[in-house]
């Protein structure tokens, strides 16, 4: 289904005009600073953090918030999105989306799936050195462990959007990034993943905006 462009609202914070730029303008994205988003959650919601502690609980309301916005620039109706059991939000029928937290700041995005979105990935970082161990963790051998932060949200976008197609955990060697120029980056499988095999690769685009750094996937 083809929505067009999805109107955007007159103060948009810079994190949501870009992750709209990245994604196109037919995928709805609301979301800013956490603490602007409280809430509430829905009842359906509530088990998938009844052990949380109150910073984690206020992150996944802040999702949830946002995420309920972005449907409702779908033209959506309001609905719980409790989790799965393997993780993501249960999105309604027939939309995909992806949401993500990341240096006091929360996004969602949504899209109607269609021959032109099959599903969408989101994450945003920190865009801080991390220690030599992690970056050697994250960063396979062919991957510069200079900018692992920058490998790490590549890879964190492109497995939330292959999760919601093959439902099947990676590894970080299990993808390896390479980019293209300032914002753009394609992911290779190295092994098979639902639909996807050894060989295949999605494309992404990343961008720096203040101290975070904003990964987008959007899979056709």
Not at 10 to 35: M, N, Y
Not at 200 to 207: A, E, L, M, N, T
Request: aromatic fraction near 6%.
């Amino acid at each position: 289904m083809n929505i067009g462009r999805v109107s955007s609202a007159a103060a948009d914070h810079p994190l949501v005009t870009a992750a709209r730029q990245l994604l196109g303008f037919d995928i709805a994205v609301a979301g800013g600073l956490i603490e602007a988003w409280p809430g509430p959650l829905w009842q359906d919601e509530e088990p998938a953090i009844a052990r949380a502690g109150p910073q984690r609980r206020q992150e996944f309301a802040a999702g949830r918030s946002t995420a309920r916005r972005a449907l409702s620039q779908l033209g959506a109706a309001a609905c719980a999105l409790p989790r799965r059991s393997d993780g993501p939000p249960v999105w309604p029928i027939g939309i995909t989306g992806s949401i993500t937290h990341g240096d006091g700041f929360v996004l969602a995005a949504a899209g109607h799936m269609g021959p032109g979105l099959s599903s969408l990935g989101l994450d945003l970082e920190r865009g801080a050195e991390l220690s030599e161990d992690y970056a050697s963790e994250i960063c396979r051998p062919d991957e510069d462990v200079t900018i692992a932060v920058q490998v790490f949200s590549a890879k964190e976008a492109t497995y939330k959007a292959q999760f919601m197609l093959s439902g099947q955990a990676l590894e970080f060697a299990d993808l390896r990034v390479r980019f293209h120029g300032s914002d753009d980056f394609s992911a290779e499988f190295m092994v098979p993943a639902g639909p996807f095999r050894p060989g295949d690769r999605v494309v992404g685009s990343q961008r720096r905006i203040g101290s975070s750094i904003l990964s987008a996937v959007r899979v056709n």
